[in-house]
């Protein structure tokens, strides 16, 4: 019996030796390949541990970047009103306002000069739905704390620059909204107030009183307390003061980011980002509690990606949507896509980025084609030759006469990497149309830049810049008129001086 099973099994191993020869030549070769990513990826097998583990360290890292690049509009929020409510308090009845104008000594991204500024932070979670009281020709809007402009206040504005009440709803709330309000409901309870209002001409320059005083007219209060339960407003005056309202550049990121995610509603933040939050640790709700080697990828990434952005930003677009000529240097930040960022088809997410890492709060009346009500920012880093611009270095602008600009036009400087004025002996790098500044036969204006003044230079056309150190030159155009838009007017390139 045993003979018979060692004879059967011989004759099947024979068997199969024999079938397996005679198969085609292509199908022995077919049997040997596998999908393309087996191929790719080790043969179809897992990685060895060590690179599994540095691919994973490496992808933590990526995903920190990206959530750097995809929430640095709260975090530049979060920074001006840390800085603020540290230097002059907090509370909705508390509006810091610039009474004297805002100078080199508030560290904030792209402030300026040349209006009163009002700016304060709100808190519908804590306070209920708010009431804000605004005055007439302010030039202003609301937003969310991820920038998402709720609505201008203003010529732009609802009120049409009459002034009006403006309610402030909850990104929850479900109750009664009362008639005669202009009502908008917050994605986020944090509320960012942002009021500008004009300087009269004076006799030597803009006189900041008038403008201050309308401003220190806005009112603030809780929509269902009565009047002997709401809280006097504060004014302080925030002029001449050294307050740093910068987004956090350190570890404290990650964890203002994460009470952020705490505080506000799931809804506030899209799906996308909130995962991207989620592959490094931060989720609504759950303790964020990240490894020594997850902490170092992390303030990698703070230090990186800052970097990334800025390189961006200076070696330009590819498809040349930023530039507003054909024949000049200057730049439009929206890159021709609209204030919440959106081009033809896609969110423009590092165009959004670009533009907080040196500025804040975007507007439909910044972007939209609004004749003599709304305002265009025309900037440069370059002069004209395309070199970028040096305080070492002097140079000059023309303006051309007659700017199109209903309001006022002014021109400022700005540091490159974060948009903070430069801080020289001037404390106001910036001259507008209220200035008694020296204009040639034909009505146009030659105005100068340089740490030292130039030869050639008067005292009231010169902005004094920082020895060694690159910086943009902005032309604002408040009350923008249609010689801008069909481009019968522009400015010059800045022209570097021998």
């Known amino acids: 019996m045993l003979k018979s099973h060692l004879y059967s099994a011989t004759a099947v191993s024979v068997l199969g030796l024999v079938a397996a020869s005679v198969l085609p030549a292509a199908a022995q070769d077919n049997a040997a390949k596998i999908p393309p990513l ?78 009163i500024y009002s700016m304060s932070y709100l808190d519908l979670k804590k306070d209920g739905p708010l009431v804000v009281a605004a005055p007439p020709n302010v030039i202003g809007m609301f937003t969310d704390f991820y920038q998402r402009t709720l609505t201008d206040v203003g010529a732009i504005g609802p009120d049409r620059a009459r ?47 008038p403008a201050a005083a309308n401003a220190e007219r806005t009112r603030v209060y809780p929509l269902w ?52 939050l989620a592959s490094i640790g931060i989720v609504k709700g759950q303790p964020f509690e990240p490894t020594d080697k997850q902490n ?26 930023n530039l507003y000529y054909t024949d000049r240097q200057y730049e439009n930040i929206w890159a ?35 004749l003599d009500a709304g305002s265009k920012y025309p900037f440069t880093a370059r002069d004209a030759d395309g070199n970028f611009l040096n305080g070492s270095n002097g140079y000059k602008l023309h303006l051309p006469p007659n700017p199109p600009a209903a309001l006022f036009w002014a021109v400022t400087a700005y540091n490159v990497t974060d948009g903070s004025m430069p801080e020289t002996k001037q404390l106001l790098p910036s001259i507008n149309g209220f200035y008694k500044v020296k204009t040639n036969d034909d009505g146009s204006v030659d105005l100068y830049f340089g740490a030292t003044k130039p030869a050639e230079a008067p005292d009231s056309n010169w902005i004094q810049t920082v020895e060694g150190r690159d910086f943009i030159a902005a032309v604002r155009l408040y009350g923008t008129g249609s010689a801008f838009f069909d481009q019968t007017w522009k400015p010059d390139d800045v022209v570097k001086l021998k």
């Open 225 to 276: 307390s009565p009047e002997k339960d709401v809280k006097p407003m504060q004014f302080p005056d925030a002029s001449g003061k050294r307050v740093n309202m910068m987004y956090p550049t350190g570890s404290t990121y990650w964890t203002k980011l994460k009470a952020f995610v705490d505080y506000e509603p799931v809804a506030s933040i899209d799906p996308v980002t909130r995962g991207v």
């Open 296 to 321: 170092a990828a992390l303030q990698k990434a703070i230090e990186t990606a800052p970097k990334m952005i800025l390189a961006s930003r200076q070696l330009g677009r590819p498809d040349k949507r």
């Open 38 to 115: 087996m191929e790719q990826i080790n043969k179809g097998n897992w990685l060895p541990q060590q690179e599994a583990e540095s691919l994973v360290d490496q992808f933590y890292y990526q995903n920190a970047v990206q959530a750097y690049v995809l929430t640095i509009p709260i975090l530049n929020t979060i920074g001006m009103k840390d800085g603020s409510e540290a230097a002059f308090g907090a509370g909705y009845n508390v509006l810091p306002v610039w009474k004297e104008r805002m100078d080199s000594r508030t560290w904030v991204p792209t402030p300026n000069a040349d209006v």
């Open 163 to 209: 002034g009006g009440l403006y309610l402030l709803l909850p990104p929850d709330y479900d109750g009664e909204v009362p008639k005669g309000y202009f009502a908008f409901k917050s994605p986020t309870y944090n509320v960012f107030l942002f009021f500008r209002t004009i300087m009269a001409k004076g006799e030597n320059g803009p006189d900041p009183a």
């Open 336 to 370: 021709g896509g609209t204030a919440e960022w959106m081009q033809d088809s896609y969110l423009d997410v590092l165009q959004r980025a670009s533009y907080f890492q040196f500025a804040y709060s975007s507007a439909p009346a910044m972007v939209m084609r609004t």
